[in-house]
């Protein structure tokens, strides 16, 4: 017996063995983090023995698969198309040694070092930036800036041209839910999301005024209700939000030569990149917030009122498309945050202003959550009581 099975066959038993209810919360916390690391380095193991069975065609003995990836998803209980992906990461490592040292290790997960070998693939030099991002944000986060990474490293016309072959509109029907998934080039899918951006907004502003105690409606939900509005020509409550500011992030080397390289972005925040010349052509257009990476030095823009100028409106939201707060993901409805009380500093600047989802928000400003400021620009929250047992150790000591 090797020896990975002896410890399948160990774990197997302690699982078997397990009553979670006998473990105090803390503990159940550290242990299902623990498990998660082991589980981690499990799906390399996996995926590097896969790789090799299927080199070798090792897994046609006793199976009675069509194909490696058939095998795999049958061994894994997974798609064809999941099996794939693991077989085409193994791949990549090859070429890839620091990720896949952070695949052995069990601190990058076999869903992180896809996106980070799909990038790294195309453009090598990237391999670095994309774990850092993996090891600090959320998988979200991670998956953007893998697309920003393919994107600056692919041609233009050849990136459009896929994106306008492979567009669809595809339905399925579940239990009593009609499902759905669209894809095509990312300029033609803006227009749709500007299109129902004011309803939703409208919807959004009309939960937050009723009186009513029903929960508020999920932003996926407020989409969903503003896509059906815009189809039946009812875009009730819409027209007091104005119409929707087209805003486009592109570095100025790429705007000024006409296409991207390595490392810049041309692109609609929240939606994906574009072709250089799209950000050209709506130069043309009024309704437009074109933001250039190397442009005005937004930090020098102050303000002794609580008003935040539009410039550094702009630039806060270009820095933080996210919840600032580490291994938020949150995107939508996010707040300005003053990191510095206003009626004592009175200042508006760059450096203390942050956003941060609604939740987060609410724990800072009404619950005593302290916030910790990190180098790399992220915050964390920390409890009351957790200050508190600060405080008490500081004087003891």
């Given at each position: 017996?090797?020896?990975?099975?002896?410890?399948?066959?160990?774990?197997?038993?302690?699982?078997?063995?397990?009553?979670p209810d006998t473990f105090a919360g803390r503990d159940a916390a550290r242990l299902a983090e623990v498990c998660a690391t082991g589980e981690r380095i499990f799906s390399t193991a996996k995926a590097l023995f896969a790789k090799r069975a299927v080199d070798t065609n090792g897994w046609r003995h006793g199976s009675q698969a069509i194909s490696g990836e058939q095998w795999l998803a049958n061994a894994s209980g997974c798609s064809e198309g999941q099996?794939?992906?693991?077989?085409?990461?193994?791949?990549?490592?090859?070429?890839?040694?620091?990720?896949e040292a952070k695949l052995r290790e069990g601190s990058l997960s076999l869903s992180?070092?896809?996106?980070?070998?799909?990038?790294?693939?195309?453009?090598?030099?990237?391999?670095?930036r994309l774990l850092r991002t993996a090891d600090r944000d959320g998988i979200r986060t991670l998956r953007d800036t893998s697309d920003r990474?393919?994107?600056?490293?692919?041609?233009?016309?050849?990136?459009?041209?896929?994106?306008r072959r492979e567009r669809h509109l595809r339905t399925w029907i579940r239990g009593m839910a009609k499902h759905g998934s669209f894809s095509g080039p990312?300029?033609?899918?803006?227009?749709?999301?500007r299109a129902i951006q004011p309803i939703e907004q409208s919807l959004f502003q009309q939960a937050r005024t009723a009186t009513d105690d029903q929960p508020r409606e999920s932003y996926d939900a407020r989409c969903f209700d503003a896509l059906?509005?815009?189809?039946?020509?009812?875009?009730?409550?819409?027209?007091?939000?104005?119409?929707?500011?087209?805003?486009?992030?592109?570095?100025?080397?790429?705007?000024?030569?006409?296409?991207t390289s390595p490392g810049e972005v041309c692109e609609i925040p929240g939606v994906g990149p574009v072709p250089v010349d799209h950000a050209r052509n709506v130069l043309s257009h009024g309704l437009l917030e074109l933001v250039i990476t190397d442009g005005v030095d937004v930090q020098t823009v102050v303000s002794r009122t609580r008003h935040v100028p539009e410039a550094l409106k702009v630039a806060i939201a270009e820095r933080d498309e996210r919840c600032k707060v580490r291994g938020c993901d949150r995107t939508h409805n996010l707040e300005r945050h003053h990191t510095l009380e206003f009626h004592e500093f009175e200042l508006t600047t760059y450096n203390i202003l942050g956003m941060l989802c609604g939740d987060h928000h609410d724990?800072?400003?009404?619950?005593?959550?302290?916030?910790?400021?990190?180098?790399?620009?992220?915050?964390?929250?920390?409890?009351?009581?957790?200050?508190?047992?600060?405080?008490r150790d500081t004087h003891a000591a």
């Amino acid at each position: 017996m090797f020896a990975i099975e002896s410890i399948a066959a160990e774990l197997r038993e302690v699982v078997a063995g397990l009553e979670p209810d006998t473990f105090a919360g803390r503990d159940a916390a550290r242990l299902a983090e623990v498990c998660a690391t082991g589980e981690r380095i499990f799906s390399t193991a996996k995926a590097l023995f896969a790789k090799r069975a299927v080199d070798t065609n090792g897994w046609r003995h006793g199976s009675q698969a069509i194909s490696g990836e058939q095998w795999l998803a049958n061994a894994s209980g997974c798609s064809e198309g999941q099996a794939r992906d693991t077989l085409k990461t193994a791949e990549r490592l090859e070429a890839l040694a620091a990720t896949e040292a952070k695949l052995r290790e069990g601190s990058l997960s076999l869903s992180q070092a896809t996106l980070v070998t799909k990038a790294a693939e195309v453009d090598p030099a990237a391999e670095g930036r994309l774990l850092r991002t993996a090891d600090r944000d959320g998988i979200r986060t991670l998956r953007d800036t893998s697309d920003r990474v393919i994107a600056a490293a692919t041609d233009d016309e050849t990136a459009h041209g896929v994106a306008r072959r492979e567009r669809h509109l595809r339905t399925w029907i579940r239990g009593m839910a009609k499902h759905g998934s669209f894809s095509g080039p990312v300029e033609e899918v803006d227009a749709l999301l500007r299109a129902i951006q004011p309803i939703e907004q409208s919807l959004f502003q009309q939960a937050r005024t009723a009186t009513d105690d029903q929960p508020r409606e999920s932003y996926d939900a407020r989409c969903f209700d503003a896509l059906i509005a815009l189809a039946r020509g009812d875009g009730s409550g819409s027209d007091s939000a104005g119409p929707p500011v087209a805003r486009v992030r592109v570095d100025l080397p790429a705007l000024l030569a006409g296409h991207t390289s390595p490392g810049e972005v041309c692109e609609i925040p929240g939606v994906g990149p574009v072709p250089v010349d799209h950000a050209r052509n709506v130069l043309s257009h009024g309704l437009l917030e074109l933001v250039i990476t190397d442009g005005v030095d937004v930090q020098t823009v102050v303000s002794r009122t609580r008003h935040v100028p539009e410039a550094l409106k702009v630039a806060i939201a270009e820095r933080d498309e996210r919840c600032k707060v580490r291994g938020c993901d949150r995107t939508h409805n996010l707040e300005r945050h003053h990191t510095l009380e206003f009626h004592e500093f009175e200042l508006t600047t760059y450096n203390i202003l942050g956003m941060l989802c609604g939740d987060h928000h609410d724990l800072v400003t009404h619950r005593d959550h302290e916030i910790i400021d990190h180098h790399d620009g992220t915050w964390s929250l920390r409890p009351p009581a957790e200050q508190f047992d600060e405080h008490r150790d500081t004087h003891a000591a």
